[in-house]
Structures are given as structure tokens and as C-alpha cells.
């Protein structure tokens, strides 16, 4: 596959997966978190089906397009290991949604950095909250369930609590 299919591969995932774990969590009220903001496409794409006010961002710097920047009262605004313990604080476990696109070119680091920050995410899910990522994670106690039938096996990964 060339690196193009792969991207495709994975763009078409987010949105099928984002889609379809926001259908599967329509019954619950809490914050939906967007980690790793980049260019903003995927915070768009949430806020096209969700409350805008109900999204929350977590970036070091950021750097999106402009039609894709959140306020600044929706940002968590520096490294994710420091600002998810505090959104922890601040939230309790009651996210609806999170959504974790924080990967860079390497495979290797990105696997370790998923073990790493696997256990932080963790604690931040409501009941029956759903966990979308690009990477596979590595959770104590979120189960993996089944993709949509639009996603691409090994692109995009969902978890429940
Ligand atoms: N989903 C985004 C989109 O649709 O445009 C792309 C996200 S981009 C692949 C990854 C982002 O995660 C980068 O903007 C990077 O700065 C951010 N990031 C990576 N590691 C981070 C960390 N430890 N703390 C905060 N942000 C981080």
C-alpha cells in the first residue's frame, strides 16, 4: 500500500468511527475531549455533529486552520500528561467521548507513546463512554469493540467502558 492509501485509509476511519461513536453515545450528557488538535479536521468534523461547546481540545501548540480553532475556554493548553490529570480534576470520570490523534511518522514511538499515555486517558471516560483512536492502546479495563463497516480494520480502534 503507498503512504497515500494509508492516509486515505485512516481519514476515512476517523470519520466513520467519530461517526458512529457518537451515534453510540447519544444517551449520555458529558464533554467530549479532542486530543491532538493539528490542523483541526477531526476537532471540524466533531463539532459539524456535536454541540461545539461540548468539545474540549488538548494540544501543545496550536496551529490549526482558522475555521478549525477552538476558543480559548475550550482548550487544555500544553503537554497531554500534564493537562489530562488536570482535566481529571476538573471533569471526575464523565467524559462521553474521547477522541486521540496524537501519533506522529513513527510506528515504534507512537506504540510507546500509547502505553504511555494509555493510563492517563483511562480514568477521564463515563460509563459507557467511547474511546476513538488512530493508535491501538493499551487499557486496563476499556474493552475493544467492533469497527463500523465503513473503517478499515487496523486504522482506527474504538473502546468502551
Ligand atoms: N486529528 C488532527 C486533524 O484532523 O487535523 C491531527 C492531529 S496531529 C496528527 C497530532 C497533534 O497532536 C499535533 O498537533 C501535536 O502537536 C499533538 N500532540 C502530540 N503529542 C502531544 C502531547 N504529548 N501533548 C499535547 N499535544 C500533543
Redesign the pocket.
Known amino acids: 500500500m503507498s503512504r497515500l492509501d494509508l492516509f486515505i485509509d485512516r481519514m476515512v476511519s476517523?470519520r466513520a468511527c467519530l461517526d458512529h461513536a457518537v451515534r453510540l453515545t447519544a444517551d449520555l450528557t458529558g464533554p467530549v475531549f479532542?486530543?491532538?488538535?493539528?490542523?483541526?479536521?477531526?476537532?471540524?468534523?466533531l463539532c459539524e455533529i456535536l454541540p461545539p461547546r461540548d468539545v474540549f481540545v488538548?494540544?501543545?501548540?496550536i496551529?490549526?486552520h482558522p475555521d478549525?480553532t477552538p476558543s480559548d475556554d475550550r482548550v487544555f493548553l500544553?503537554?497531554?500528561?500534564e493537562?489530562l490529570p488536570a482535566a481529571l480534576a476538573r471533569f471526575g470520570a464523565t467524559s462521553r467521548l474521547i477522541?486521540a490523534?496524537?501519533?506522529?511518522h513513527s510506528a515504534e514511538k507512537n506504540v510507546d507513546?500509547a502505553r504511555r499515555?494509555s493510563p492517563v486517558i483511562e480514568p477521564l471516560l463515563a460509563p459507557g463512554g467511547l474511546m476513538v483512536s488512530?493508535d491501538r492502546m493499551f487499557f486496563e479495563d476499556l474493552k475493544e469493540i467492533a469497527l463500523p463497516s465503513d473503517a478499515v480494520p487496523g486504522r482506527c480502534f474504538i473502546y468502551r467502558r
Not at 37 to 42: D, E, Q, S, V
Not at 58 to 61: D, L, N, S
Open positions: 476517523q479532542e486530543l491532538g488538535l493539528g490542523n483541526g479536521r477531526t476537532y471540524h468534523h488538548f494540544e501543545r501548540a496551529a490549526s478549525s500544553g503537554d497531554v500528561f493537562t477522541h490523534d496524537l501519533g506522529g507513546f499515555v488512530s
